[in-house]
């Protein structure tokens, strides 16, 4: 919580001295004070970082290895145990299908490009999240080793600078934790601000103040917080990291993480006001997360995860597609449109994607098991080229059939997107200048 006591001895006329307390609670990083986390990311950019582009990365994270059958590559011409248990559905794309529990996004598919040839090498849980989510292998993931490599959100944080200098919206947020999400060697100044938990509690005040005699309500209190900082001067007797701090806790961040401020119409289209969504509320229904990403984007967010699990689907993946499918369809078609009415969809990448595919040929138990030869990709957005599928898979669907997309050139595309240096370096560890990109090419069908 963000306090400010004045019940010292020595005050000035306003009431506030420079020795009055102000403390604002951890964000999921222990015991540190926020201004000294601001303080602790502000030493980690003293060294010259190239500037990013204000384009922002929506990353919706299918946990568990989404079936690339049953969504984007339906392969309805391959023998009945490869082919998608949901049948297709045709889209507004000429000759382009999607799996059938698409029947939203089949109307978007315009706004979209779906990889057909994404593949990597590693179908395990933890080794294959992070080699997607960092662009490396590292098997020693699968038994719950440390990541080695920054993510992808921790690299734009590095570059773009941890919060956006005019609204203090942190610059990478996630809604949920995803294995491999975090900044290995960069550091934990360039982790992920997380607003679950204790952080919704950081981005409200409680005051005890002598001056704010008017406590009926947040809201009263935090106008009347800001007119006496504004009279009073306190704000230019803080340190700098004192007044990034007030800056996020009195600035747009906090409104925008408040999905009461949004229309109630907007709200409505998500799903949220519709009694399915209210019983998921606690754990937080993707239209719901969906809309946050948007007003995260609109102030500032430069990079924002969304982890929507379940889609370890080893027995009857018809019954999972039908629970899952439709909850991605509706809300992503929604977001899709949604960006679009805001002419925002050159300003944010959507990124679908998830550790790795499922074994093309159904089981024994009507399920897929993993296979990370052919994985689950699709993009929206951005700037990019639009309307079209990325690459080809074989007549079973088991591996790519045109040239494989990699994890990197993942990475390399989101670089060019976001106007990052290919070739970018930051030190490792041990000090050493390291690549955050060594092989990956941008997706060239797509810029």
Not at 63 to 69: D, F, I, L, N, S
Not at 357 to 370: E, F, L, S
Not at 423 to 446: D, H, W, Y
Request: with cysteine; net charge positive; aromatic share 6%.
């Amino acid at each position: 919580m963000l306090t400010i006591q004045t019940n010292h001895r020595y005050r000035d006329c306003s009431g506030v001295t420079r020795r009055d307390l102000m403390k604002v609670g951890v964000m999921g990083a222990g015991t540190v004070s926020l201004p000294q986390l601001l303080a602790t990311r502000a030493a980690a950019q003293e060294a010259k970082r190239p500037i990013a582009t204000e384009k922002s990365i929506v990353w919706l994270w299918l946990g568990g290895g989404p079936t690339h059958v049953e969504t984007f590559d339906p392969k309805m011409t391959a023998p009945s145990e490869y082919r998608s248990v949901t049948g297709e559905v045709s889209t507004n794309v000429p000759g382009v299908t999607l799996g059938g529990s698409f029947e939203n996004l089949a109307t978007v598919a315009d706004k979209m490009a779906f990889v057909r040839s994404f593949a990597h090498t590693n179908s395990g849980h933890g080794g294959g999240t992070h080699y997607v989510m960092t662009g490396y292998n590292h098997p020693p993931a699968d038994n719950s080793a440390q990541p080695i490599r920054p993510s992808m959100g921790s690299i734009v944080s590095r570059v773009r600078g941890c919060n956006d200098p005019v609204s203090g919206m942190p610059t990478y947020v996630r809604m949920n934790g995803i294995y491999s999400d975090g900044p290995a060697f960069l550091g934990t100044a360039f982790a992920p601000f997380d607003p679950n938990g204790a952080a919704q509690k950081n981005m409200s005040l409680q005051t005890n103040v002598d001056r704010l005699a008017d406590r009926r309500s947040l809201l009263s209190g935090l106008d009347r917080l800001n007119r006496d900082v504004d009279r009073s001067g306190l704000m230019q007797g803080l340190d700098e990291f004192e007044q990034q701090a007030f800056s996020l806790v009195l600035g747009k961040a906090p409104e925008a993480f408040d999905l009461k401020k949004e229309d109630p119409r907007v709200l409505a289209r998500y799903g949220i006001n519709d009694g399915q969504d209210n019983r998921r509320r606690r754990r937080g229904g993707l239209g719901q997360q969906m809309l946050m990403a948007r007003r995260l984007c609109e102030v500032g967010c430069g990079f924002v995860t969304i982890h929507f699990g379940g889609w370890d689907m080893h027995g009857n993946i018809k019954r999972g597609m039908d629970n899952l499918g439709p909850q991605v369809d509706h809300a992503v078609a929604t977001f899709l449109d949604d960006v679009a009415q805001r002419g925002m969809s050159d300003n944010i990448l959507l990124v679908i994607t998830g550790e790795f595919g499922r074994t093309p040929r159904v089981n024994r138990n009507a399920g897929r098991d993993h296979w990370a030869p052919l994985s689950t990709l699709a993009l929206a957005g951005g700037g990019l080229k639009m309307g079209q599928v990325v690459g080809e898979s074989n007549s079973k669907a088991e591996v790519p059939k045109s040239t494989p997309i990699t994890p990197q050139d993942l990475m390399a595309t989101i670089f060019h997107t976001l106007n990052i240096d290919q070739k970018i370096q930051f030190p490792s560890q041990a000090g050493r200048p390291t690549f955050m990109n060594e092989n990956g090419k941008t997706i060239v069908e797509l810029v």
